[in-house]
């Protein structure tokens, strides 16, 4: 099976950290950049299959550069992250087309269900509780509890 790429931008993020760590675990090549512009150069340069990008990412912040991924590529899959997570935070990056806002640090089942989300090309598994009116969409693990 071929490996998962994933691209990580996180000025806050040192090699080695418990994320690459954790990341390795789950089988998939990361990658990390320091700032949204050298991000956005290397996607144009090699796929990957998810972006987990800093909403204060230096340079291109997360939402300036989650637009022009999408503005190339609108399957890519990118998960917003931040330390300081707020409701129009997330509500602004899920209106850009963020497929989930998430809360630092990373916990070892959320970066799980961010492997489950780029082992399925950025579509989540829909789980439903009998009926298929409404399904869970989000990966993240802390609005699903």
Known sequence: ????????????????????????????????????????????????????????????????????????????????VSAAARVEMAVEAMKLGAHDFMAKPFNIDAIKALCALAANNGTPKQKTDGGDRYAIITQNTTMMS
């Open 1 to 80: 099976m071929k490996k998962m790429k994933v691209l990580l931008v996180d000025s806050d993020v040192k090699e080695p950290s418990d994320v690459i760590d954790a990341f390795a675990r789950q089988d998939l090549s990361l990658s990390v950049v320091a700032d949204g512009q050298t991000a956005f150069d290397m996607l144009m340069r090699k796929p990957y299959n998810l972006v987990i990008a800093d909403y204060d990412a230096p340079q291109l912040n997360g939402p300036a550069l989650l637009q022009r991924i999408k503005a190339v590529s609108t399957a890519l899959p990118v998960v917003i």
